[in-house]
Every structure is written in C-alpha cells, then in structure tokens.
C-alpha cells in the first residue's frame, strides 16, 4: 500500500515569493492534516480536512497561508508571500475517520528554505 | 503554551539496556496518547498508543506506561538496539477535539553499539 506522498522534499525560495506543497494522502483516508514542524520541536497542526471541508484551520495563519483539498483527495498548501521565519519542514498526514482514535500516517515532508 | 512536554532532548544507552522516554502532558482532557518515531529525512512513524482506560501497553520490545494522577507517560524500550535510534515524539489528543494531535518537542535516542 502507498503511504502519504508530498512533494516537493526539498525546495529553495528567496523572500517573498510564492511557494505551493502537495500531498496525496493513503488512498481511502477522508481526513487530512498539514502540520508545520520547526527545527527542535514536534508537529503543530496548521489545518485538517474531513474530505473537502476545512474543519480545523485555526492555527494557519491566513494573511499569507492557503489550502485546498479539492475533490477530497489531495490538497496543496500555499505560501505568499514567503517570509524568512516560513522555513522549516511541512508535513501532510492523514487518517481513517472510522474509529474513535485515529493513528495518522504521515508523509516524508517538504523542506522548505526561504533566504 | 505546551500541553505536551519531552523535557529530555537526548538520551543514549548501550545496545541491550532498557532506554526509557518520558513525557509529561497538562491537560486532563487527553485520553489518547501515541509515541511515533522519526528517523532524518523521513516523516514520523506510529509506534505504539495507549487509551487512558488503561495503564500499560506492550508490543513486543516496546511497552507504553500511563500515569493519568500524575499526567505521565513513559516509552520502554528493552531490548534496545541500534536501529531504534531516532528521535521519538510523545502525542496526545482529547475525544472532543476531532482527533488533533499535540505533539511534545521530541527526544532524540542514541543506542550505542
């Protein structure tokens, strides 16, 4: 079985610019999650989709931070513009909303460095 | 503000020796805990959870241990091998809050050879 895919791993941008992640979550998975890990410390969740709706986007900072989930399957997150504090890794996850606790399967992540 | 603490950043132990991580959580409302295990490059993998109805967990060399009076949770590893070296993520989640996890700062576990 495939796991959660992102793309891209790693990406370069200066300043300002605009910079698009995708994911493709584990085929069946309603729910989808994008978490935003700093050097040093854990996962913090940036939004989580049950299908195509965003139930959870309190943590995404809106001003410069969007995402789509599209059809309910994948989802990309953007950045714009991209600011120097923006760099750290950003993980997609996702889960089975079948079961009262969900284990949820992430992807390798995007590494994101903005000079 | 942290509801999930890993107050050791580091730990090594000797191939074979028991490694133990702790994690401490805040909010009593959490009654599901997971341990997930990140190697560099990758992201975290599930390792073993817990319920709070219950108080231990085992699977196979790893066992999960849940203090909920104190808010305590250990991660037991015995045997320890070299391959378990990583850093290891303490999560928590509350039934009411849709399944988010909190995740501590990590630790990361060096088994020395």
């Known amino acids: 079985e495939a796991g959660v895919v992102q793309s891209p791993r790693y990406k370069i941008i200066e300043k300002k610019q605009p910079v698009a992640f995708w994911c493709n979550p584990i085929s069946g998975h309603n729910t989808l999650y994008w978490y935003l890990q700093n050097l040093g410390q854990g996962p913090e969740l940036l939004i989580r989709?049950?299908?195509?709706?965003?139930?959870?986007d309190s943590q995404l900072p809106k001003d410069r931070f969007s995402a789509e989930r599209l059809k309910g399957v994948d989802s990309t997150l953007k950045i714009q513009p991209a600011e120097l504090g923006d760099s750290a890794v950003y993980l997609c996850?996702?889960?089975?909303?079948?079961?009262?606790?969900?284990?949820?399967?992430f992807g390798p992540g995007t590494r994101l460095t903005v000079l | 503000d942290q509801q999930v603490k890993q107050n050791s950043p580091s730990l090594s132990v000797q191939e074979g020796r028991i490694s133990i991580l702790n994690c401490d959580y805040t909010n009593s409302m959490f009654d599901y805990f997971l341990w997930y295990k990140k190697y560099p490059a990758e992201g975290p993998t599930f390792l073993i959870s817990i319920s709070s109805i219950k108080d231990k967990n085992e699977d196979g060399r790893f066992t999960v241990f849940l203090n909920k009076s104190a808010k305590h949770l250990s991660l037991h590893i015995v045997p320890s091998q070299p391959g378990d070296s990583a850093v290891y993520f303490c999560a928590a989640s509350a039934s009411n809050t849709g399944n988010q996890f909190y995740f501590g700062t990590g630790t990361s576990l060096t088994v020395i050879p």
């Open positions: 996850a996702s889960s089975f909303s079948g079961a009262n606790y969900n284990e949820q399967f």
């Open positions: 989709y049950e299908n195509e709706e965003a139930v959870d």
